[in-house]
């Protein structure tokens, strides 16, 4: 989108209202402050490898957003990893994240630039070795050690401009890049249970 103009693409481009994006980046551009988002998730435990994720609110272009109804991610580990497979595991959500990003990146830059995309679809595939996970190996890392994207595009616009635009993917910048990550514990007191007599 940057270097583009209003002018460049009019109406709906692959389900892209270019006129409203051309009017958010005009904003931004006059009041750079609403650019500043915050997503936010709440995470619960809820036994062994399952676990429970609520997104509801964030706050972005100067307020916070609510949702009427949150979403709600379980999170589990397969039988073979100790879960019982409630959900898809956190490093499939991670794979989930990044192809749902890029393509939205791929899909947006696109319409502004006036490529019109028939179909786009990605395979993921990351490799993972358990033994930095399980803290059996010092040189091994607890994550991916490598993640492959492939991308089947339809439309207009060469292979090599589509690539170039994921390089806009928030995930795919996180994920490729290091980001800084700060974790907090907050040691909570167990309540004493009465004993009934």
Avoid at 8 to 18: A, I, L, P, S, W
Avoid at 133 to 152: D, H
Wanted: with cysteine; glycine share 8%.
């Amino acid at each position: 989108m940057a270097g583009q103009t209003q002018t460049t693409t009019k109406g709906k481009v692959n389900g892209v209202d270019c006129d409203q994006l051309f009017e958010t980046m005009d904003a931004i551009q006059d009041t750079p402050t609403i650019a500043k988002f915050k997503f936010r998730a709440h995470n619960q435990w809820i036994n062994g490898g399952h676990n429970r994720t609520t997104i509801g609110d964030f706050y972005g272009a100067g307020q916070t957003h609510t949702r009427s109804k949150p979403f709600v991610l379980d999170a589990d580990e397969p039988p073979i990893l100790l879960g019982e497979d409630q959900g898809a595991n956190p490093v499939k959500y991670l794979l989930t994240a990044l192809a749902a990003c890029m393509t939205t990146a791929i899909t947006y830059h696109a319409a502004a630039r006036g490529i019109k995309l028939e179909e786009v679809e990605s395979t993921l595939e990351g490799d993972l070795d358990l033994h930095g996970f399980l803290g059996l190996s010092e040189s091994v890392r607890p994550g991916y050690e490598k993640i492959r994207v492939t991308f089947k595009v339809k439309g207009d616009g060469s292979a090599e401009k589509l690539a170039e635009l994921t390089k806009y993917s928030p995930l795919y910048d996180v994920v490729s890049k290091s980001v800084p990550v700060s974790v907090r514990v907050e040691k909570v007191e167990k309540k004493e249970t009465a004993v009934a007599r």
